[in-house]
């Protein structure tokens, strides 16, 4: 069936097309490489967002869509969201506002990590490593824009994902903050060797995660 | 069309399409069928026996003293009774009946019922019951007043051939407030008088009501050229011309009634209401102590009296029967029993606890039975036995239907 | 198994309607059997229309249904448009809300207790006012027009059409709408009627006819408030049902058939009356009147809702002083003395309906969420929902008369052997409580943020760990909220509790309907208050529970 054959380390899309009620939106044929960025961008309202939708498993069943994502060598596409470890990072942090900070990072260590005491050590380590190691026992709804990011991604790569989806993750953050979260983000996913698939409408995104774009008509 | 179907109807019973889906094992041991003569082997057989008492359920007093002869059942005789709050009692007859039709000849349900007029002569007409003669066999039929209480062997006109035990009487009694009343009237004519010259201040419950139904009776009663016709089965033809008198009545009184009889209250508990909010000024129940046991219950104001018309109310007397197919016959002699006491009948009469006249005799009693009776506080606004007047039979039971159908013919829709 | 849960759902919401319906129509029609009716004739209509003043109870139901709707509606309407936004609007909001919880009955009693010739108002104003030392022998309650019933049905539906109104504002961009009409220079009124409302309206739609529904087909405030000579339709139909004769169960059930008639041509009037409605709202809106010196009728809608609202309030206040009151004489504006006497008096006889009523609100209830989270589960993952379709479905027991089919209902549980069981009342109970637990929970459940759902995804958390780790627990709030709706409704339930519980298993309510004919106020005043206490203390625990729960988690508390 793939015209290609399967690449092997990072996210491939081969002949990726989404459709809304016969009216192409998408097309895309793409490779992204270890601790790659692949940006997308397009005006509102050009799909780039079905694209995540469609590669992270939740796509409206309204929208049709057609394509291989392969995923270190194997197609996801089957796969149920959950089972894809495709992380997501909206513009919105989304921190689960019923959970504690360090909840909201529990829920994200993969379930084989067997042990209270050791699923803990890992939360409190990310904390650290985003720089809110006192952060643990707090209420989501009480941190700054920018903690709530850093802790979202922290939460996303707690799940040990093998790519990384971005839905304009920074574009509501305050200016200030907005390079010094990207940079964060980018910094943390090169490390972890992830591809990462980037949707965005600003060009300094773009620019920052300086990695191959992709233009969108969007009509 | 109605009529034709009435007795199918009756002989089916609803329920029965719940019993004919059931199939039913009736493996029981059959040990000597209890009796009232042979008491002692009776009182044996009770022991540890669940009594269902079928008995309406609607007055806490009721339950509360139902409660207790339960209880005092219990500790003497080891007799378990249920009480079983029935909102209509034709609905128990339904489920003998639909017992019987399904076959099912013992272990019914049922295995006492509180009954009295229309009920009996069905569960009668239909063998139904027990035995003839329980009743008159049990020990404490002895202190029965047969004497000068007809309404105990004869039943709104069916006699009762001691298939039921007599539990308490009932009489139709007037009550007024003397703080706003002064004279009142001595029959049902004074009575239309009465309301004329105070308009808006007396009313009836609405038939079918029970005390409202009575209320037509007691008028019927007193105006028929008659009487005699009313024990009797109603004959169609006659009735426009027995009944006319009544209606006459209505028709004048109701004018001046309450509301100008636009609207009734629905029970006599209503009127109690009315007439503590001063809405009325003359009520009715079929309970002689009905105002006093409203006075100590903060109901009505302690101004309230009792009055009859001389010429006599209705009165009944409402039984306890046994339905034929019962399942602890033995625990339910011994419950009727323990009703007829002199002990239990005495608690009754008192207004705090219920305050339903005795069915005994005080007179065929030891001292210490006399003495229950006569430490008794009938409470201020309780007639005393001698002073309750004569006592009109209840009509033949048929009449009571057809009367409820006319009225509501006539008045049912109001302009 | 979640794959089942729409279907199970649509035939517990369409299987007994339909059974029902057969089960009446039969006997309507001659047949039955058991009761000794083996072919079909149309005897029991002809028996029926022989009753004395049956077409008066035919068309008191019709007007009740009518009249009830369109007042309690007009003055829903008058308020939203005349004062949405305001501070007057929230407080007010806020007031009538816990109102849906209070059962009609109890409201009904809380009315007749003030508006009664000796009722509470009148004590109030005697003598000072009045110069009366004795009630006035009018005719307020049972009156022949069934005025004061239709009055007890639209001081409750106000609250409850209020709520539906409110919830469909938000979808209608109602603020920007009406404050665009106002720049045109139209009137608060005329600017939402013309803006806001056509939209909202085609929303509220069911639940409109739903009132219509119930008010022409309702048995417990007709007992309590409306006329006797004739009654309406329905507890006419209720007393043949019950009565001992069981001949009569042939009329009831044409009857039956006649109250499903006169609800339908209620319906149809409607809409008879929205085409009207319409056509003037578009002349108007065509003429370029402004209405814009609007501020009587803004007053009116606001004294109407504030005296709906405060007649509730009263009335249940009265029903709590009864319930304590020693002797309370006529014109005394309070008891001479008080006492828990009732209460003390009422408590033996009180438990078994307390725990009846309890029992059968939790199982229903309980049921009725499961079957709504499993439906809304399954809408997310077949990533469909029902449609338009669905909705008439999850209406259609409000929209057809409970006489209408609860007496089929029941022979069908007789013929099965399961009337009178706990069983068979918790399920018809089920039948009227989940419409309103599903419609009550499927607004903030389709509301969720689905990114939610896919950022657990995307954390590697499956179908069932998203459901009960991340949206159950984060729209636990409405859920309760949706519960305690439901529990109110089951404990409000009159009709199918006396039919199919068959007198065996009272609750609170059929008692205290029951005991309305005795006019006893003090007992009357002890049940009528639990009726109302209980659902009062489920919405209670169903706003402590995430309270306590999420008290350190700001963004779940309610603003």
Known sequence: MSKAAPFNDGLQLVDVEISLQGAPLISVSATIGEGEVLTVMGASGSGKSTLLAYLGGFLDPAFEASGQVYLKGKDVIQLPAEARQMGILFQDPLLFPHMSVGGNLLFAVPQSIKGKAGRKALVLEALENAGLADYFNRDPATLSGGQKARIALMRVLLAKPRALLLDEPFSKLDAGRRDHIRQFVFNEARARKLPILLVTHDQADADAAGGEIFHLSGE | ?415 | MLRLAPTLAIAILIGPILFGLIATALPAFGYFPTLGGTSFSFSAFVALFERPGLLRSALLSFSSGLITTFSSLLVVVLFVAGWSGTKVFRRLQHLVSPLLSVPHAAAAFGLAFLIAPSGWIMRLLSPELTGLSRPPDVLILQDAFGLTMMGGLIVKEIPFLLLVTLSALPQSNARQYSQMATSLGYGRIAGFIHCVWPNVYRQIRLAVFAVIAYASSVVDVAIILGPDSPAPLSPRLLGWMNDPDLALRFEASAGAILQLGVTVSALVSWLALEKFFAALQRHYCQNGQRFARDKAVRQIGLISISLATTIVFAGLAILAIWSVAGFWSFPDALPDSFSLRSWARALPGLQQPLWNSVIIALMATSIAVIITLACLEQEVRSGRDGGSRAMLFVYLPLLVPQTGFVFGLQIFFLWLGLDATLFALVFVHLIFVLPYVFLSFSDPWRAFDPRFASVAHGLGSGLNRTFWHIRLPMLLRPALVAFAVGFAVSIGQYLPTVLIGAGRLPTITSEAVALSSGGDRRVIGVYAFLQMAMPFVVFLVAGLVPMLLFRNRRDLKVN
């Not at chain 2, 199939?23 to 042979?38: W, Y």
């Not at chain 2, 399904?102 to 007029?117: E, P, R």
């Not at chain 2, 201040?201 to 009575?214: A, D, H, L, M, V």
């Not at chain 2, 005393?384 to 033949?396: A, Q, R, T």
């Open chain 2, 1 to 415: 069309m109605k009529n034709s179907t009435f007795n199918i109807v009756k002989s089916t019973g609803l329920s029965l399409l719940l019993s004919a889906g059931l199939a039913f094992a009736t493996s029981s041991v059959f040990a000597a069928e209890p009796n009232s003569v042979d008491w002692q082997s009776t009182v044996k057989q009770a022991k540890g026996q669940s009594v269902y008492f079928h008995a309406w359920g609607g007055s806490p007093r009721i339950n509360d003293y139902i409660g207790w002869a339960a209880s005092q059942v219990q500790k003497r005789y080891g007799v378990t009774v249920n009480h079983v709050k029935v909102t209509d009692t034709a609905n128990v007859v339904s489920t003998v009946v639909a017992e019987k039709a399904a076959g099912k000849d013992s272990d019914g349900k049922v295995d006492l019922i509180w009954i009295n007029g229309e009920n009996f002569a069905s569960m009668k007409r239909q063998k139904l019951l027990f035995t003839p003669g329980w009743a008159t066999n049990l020990p404490n039929w002895k202190y029965v007043d047969v004497e000068n209480k007809p309404t105990i062997t004869v039943d709104f006109t069916i006699p009762t051939e001691g298939l039921e035990a007599p539990w308490g009487n009932a009489k139709l009694v007037f009550f007024y407030d003397t703080a706003r009343t002064k004279s009142v009237p001595n029959s049902m004519k004074e009575l239309s008088a009465w309301a004329k010259k105070n308009p808006g201040r007396f009313t009836y419950p609405q038939p079918p009501n029970f005390i409202g139904s009575t209320f037509l009776k007691q008028a019927l009663s007193e105006l028929a050229t008659d009487p005699a016709k009313l024990l009797k089965p109603v004959v169609e033809e006659e009735f426009a011309k027995v009944a006319q008198p009544l209606f006459d009545l209505l028709d004048e009184l109701h004018p001046n009634m309450w509301r100008k009889a636009r609207a009734f209250p629905k029970t006599h508990v209503a009127m109690r209401q009315l007439m503590a909010d001063k809405e009325l000024d003359i009520i009715f129940a079929f309970n002689p102590s009905f105002a006093s046991s409203a006075i100590a219950n903060n109901e009505l104001p302690d101004s309230v009296r009792s009055f009859v018309f001389s010429k006599g109310t209705l009165g009944n007397t409402h039984f306890v029967a046994i339905p034929y197919n019962g399942a602890s016959k033995a625990g339910a002699l011994v419950l009727a029993n323990f009703l007829m006491s002199p002990e239990a009948q005495a608690h009754k009469q008192n207004p705090t606890i219920w305050g339903d006249p005795t069915v005994l005799n005080v007179d065929k009693m030891n001292a210490g039975d006399r003495a229950r009776f006569a430490k008794l506080e009938l409470g201020v606004a309780t007639l005393k036995p001698e002073e309750l007047g004569p006592m009109l039979p209840e009509p033949h039971p048929s009449w009571m239907n057809r009367l409820e159908k006319e009225w509501l013919n006539r008045y049912g829709v109001n302009n």
